[in-house]
């Protein structure tokens, strides 16, 4: 069975401090992941997927298939990275995605 | 741009009313899906369709139904609201032919069942 597995529910730091949010599945095959983000008062969206193998925002996400994880980066967190962070997974067939229960960002001043 | 829009983004029901979420897309997309997300549990797929008239269940489709009459909407019924429905509903959609497996929300629905 598919499945994301997101252990932090609030994951607080200080501006300029190093953040990892952690994201571990469960998936026979070859997955694809993303992370989605949800700021204050707008709508989901996402944030990187692991194929494109890009930073955005400064954030970046490797997916390690032996640890089965696709941890999400950030060298020095700002206030604005404040936010509610799904880490997703897709399998084959009709592109659904398969969400973790979510980490929310509080980055303080 | 892609656009998916819900057509309340405040709705407060009885319970035993029939009630009507209806979502829109404007980029002649697939795949369409509802979710309802909820504090602790993330997001949960209720139900989703690939094309006009056909639907999927999801993980939780109970008590829940839909309807794609049209490529571009597609409509989440709760025949008889419970509380335990209170929850904020969000539509996505996708298609893969130009964004494989890339999800586009709308911006939610508040359904609070009293």
């Known amino acids: 069975a598919q499945r994301v597995t997101q252990p932090e529910k609030l994951l607080s730091v200080f501006k300029g401090a190093p953040v990892e949010l952690k994201c571990n599945y469960s998936?026979?095959?070859?997955?694809?992941l993303f992370w989605y983000v949800q700021y204050s008062r707008q709508r989901l969206q996402l944030l990187l997927r692991?194929?494109s193998r890009e930073s955005i925002k400064g954030f970046t996400a490797d997916l390690n298939k032996g640890e089965t994880s696709f941890h999400l980066k950030k060298p020095f967190a700002q206030e604005e990275d404040s936010a509610m962070y799904y880490c997703?997974?897709?399998?084959?067939?009709?592109?659904?995605?398969?969400f973790g229960t979510g980490t929310r960002l509080l980055v303080s001043p | 741009d892609v656009k998916v829009t819900q057509s309340s983004r405040y709705l407060v029901k009885r319970t035993g009313e029939k009630v009507f979420l209806e979502c829109v897309q404007d980029m002649d997309h697939e795949n369409m899906f509802w979710y309802r997300q909820d504090p602790g549990l993330g997001l949960r797929l209720i139900y989703f369709s690939y094309d006009v008239k056909m639907k999927e269940k999801g993980d939780i489709p109970e008590g829940y139904s839909v309807s794609r009459e049209k490529k571009e909407r597609f409509s989440l019924i709760l025949e008889s609201a419970s509380t335990n429905q209170t929850s904020m509903y969000l539509c996505?959609?996708?298609?893969?032919?130009?964004?494989?497996?890339?999800?586009?929300f709308g911006a939610g629905t508040r359904l609070s069942v009293l």
């Open positions: 996505a959609s996708t298609t893969p032919a130009v964004a494989k497996n890339i999800q586009y």
């Open positions: 998936y026979s095959g070859s997955p694809e």
């Open positions: 692991h194929i």
């Open positions: 997703a997974l897709s399998g084959p067939g009709f592109q659904k995605l398969v």
